[in-house]
């Protein structure tokens, strides 16, 4: 129908055929009033388009929320968990803080992850029969998993961890692209060494972002490794040798770490007093750097250093240990009072040498508390053996010790040594547990005034937690955090409020704080953290 409308109308327009000129073409019928193509070109700059209108606020969300089943990094949910000593406490600290700085959500709750981030401890089989049940519950759930920490350093191919992603100990700032690759589908493993010019380096830099379990504490690692070769030590398989960081470097990151807020620094390793050994320096002259820098109202606390080491410092220690911004504690393992079993524990001292130290600093460093560790049942040991051991914490009764059940460790020559019966083992550490409960070292000091530090609250969030000079632990009902002030000390209303559990660090009691107390010295507010201290609480062990 609109073919013949058109036909008859061109018709209509054409002349007739008694006419003298004839139409050359049919563009000849446009008339000189028709727009020409150039002009209806021109003409668009008159058409307004019409919008049309959208839900921003769903579009917006669609925008900024990518399905939860995304591949895309930097968007899951993470969970981590870390067992151990500070020093791994500190390397999970680092990857969190990393992997929140690239956008991954650090939670709280495992089963809304996307991944489980499992950070291990080699010390002893419990510690990795928790890490391994972990692993298979993650595995049950679906989770992606990235593994972390001594026990897949010291020992990547066990079968349980066949075909999982693993970042090594000196490789923690490389935690992001390990976990953008996990959840891609792949499998990495890095597991290599820090260099510099072949030689070995502390590990991954030091001012990486971190997301601190306590945001008023710093961890810093001096240094990894050790110069010892023990023969019950599985760490040392993972931590290789000592390599220390430079000291320019740890006072940097101290100065950092005051300004992001943190009123109490840890110096941690596996062997603190072996400090500088490997670059030419050594643990006091690090200590007198880092002392210059600690601002007022804020405090340090040294970590383990074995006795060898430290005998050689004995004098610039107990300088160092009296200074009022460095608490005088100090925590020196001695492992058993039987020279016959630090002689198959290849531990390089002497009972003598061990008490050589403690007397030294407890004359020229009054109050000092020391710490130590005791391995009980170690292959080997008498029950005389046993017995030099618990003569020992009676001489000195120790306000804080480490009461350790030996458990052998595959891969080291103590797993290949006869072993004392598992019952035997226990005994003994009920029977030194009982010696440690025997005697409470705080009785002289309830009525006295105490200087504190409150940094922490209780297990059970009823109390704040301080720490005086000599770090014993004082539990008060302060309102506040980061507070340096003076109580008066009283009896804990149910007598002893610390113990001593097998594989776990005790106190023999401690104090309370009366009411009453005066602010001694309240730092200037701190710069906001870095992390927020609003961060999700790390799990840790």
């Not at 990795?128 to 692993?135: P, T, Y």
């Not at 009123?263 to 062997?271: F, G, K, M, N, R």
């Amino acid at each position: 129908m609109n073919i013949m409308w058109k036909a008859s109308t061109l018709r209509e327009k054409m002349p007739s055929a008694s006419c003298d000129s004839l139409l050359d073409d049919i563009e000849d019928i446009v008339s000189q009033e028709d727009l020409k193509p150039q002009d209806r070109h021109f003409s668009r700059k008159h058409v307004v388009p019409k919008v049309r209108k959208r839900n921003t606020q769903k579009y917006l969300q669609d925008e900024n929320s990518p399905p939860s089943n995304s591949t895309i990094p930097g968007i899951q949910k993470i969970w981590m968990r870390t067992w151990g000593c500070s020093h791994n406490n500190s390397d999970g600290e680092y990857m969190a803080g990393q992997l929140a700085a690239y956008g991954y959500e650090i939670t709280e709750n495992a089963s809304d992850a996307d991944l489980w981030l499992l950070n291990s401890c080699t010390v002893k089989n419990p510690a990795e029969d928790h890490f391994r049940n972990s692993i298979k519950k993650a595995q049950e759930e679906n989770k992606k998993i990235v593994l972390a920490g001594c026990v897949p350093q010291a020992q990547p191919r066990q079968d349980y961890l066949k075909g999982l992603s693993i970042i090594g100990v000196q490789q923690i700032d490389r935690v992001v692209e390990v976990v953008e690759e996990t959840i891609k589908g792949h499998s990495v493993r890095l597991l290599g060494q820090k260099k510099n010019n072949g030689k070995r380096l502390g590990g991954a830099p030091l001012d990486l972002p971190k997301i601190r379990k306590n945001p008023l504490i710093e961890i810093i690692s001096i240094n990894t490794g050790c110069l010892n070769a023990c023969t019950y030590c599985k760490t040392k398989h993972a931590r290789g040798n000592l390599a220390s960081y430079p000291i320019d470097e740890l006072v940097d990151r101290a100065k950092q770490s005051f300004q992001e807020g943190v009123c109490e620094i840890w110096l941690t390793s596996e062997d603190t007093g072996a400090y500088g050994r490997d670059i030419g320096t050594n643990l006091p002259a690090l200590l007198w750097k880092l002392v210059e820098v600690i601002p007022r109202g804020a405090m340090l606390r040294l970590g383990m250093t074995n006795p060898p080491y430290i005998l050689e410092h004995l004098e610039e220690m107990a300088k160092i240990l009296n200074h009022p911004r460095v608490y005088a504690f100090l925590h020196i393992p001695v492992q058993s009072a039987s020279d016959s079993v630090l002689t198959e524990m290849r531990r390089e001292y002497c009972v003598a040498d061990f008490k050589r130290v403690v007397d030294f600093l407890k004359e020229k460093v009054p109050g000092i508390t020391l710490a130590t560790d005791i391995i009980c049942g170690f292959p080997g040991e008498t029950d005389q053996d046993f017995q030099e051991t618990v003569k020992l914490v009676e001489e000195y009764k120790f306000p804080s010790l480490f009461i350790n059940q030996f458990y052998p460790r595959p891969g080291t020559p103590a797993a290949k040594m006869a072993q004392i019966p598992a019952q035997v083992k226990k005994q003994r550490t009920k029977d030194l547990s009982r010696v440690f409960h025997s005697y409470n070292p705080y009785d002289h000091k309830i009525g006295e005034r105490q200087q504190v530090l409150v940094t922490e609250e209780s297990f059970d969030s009823k109390f704040y937690v301080a720490h005086n000079r000599f770090y014993e632990q004082m539990k008060s009902e302060f309102s506040f955090l980061w507070l340096m002030a003076e109580i008066r000390a009283r009896e804990a209303p149910q007598g002893r409020c610390g113990q001593v559990r097998e594989r776990e660090a005790g106190e023999a009691g401690c104090l309370w704080c009366k009411a009453e107390w005066r602010d001694l010295e309240r730092p200037p507010p701190p710069l906001p953290l870095l992390p927020s201290p609003t961060a999700p609480m790390l799990h840790m062990e």
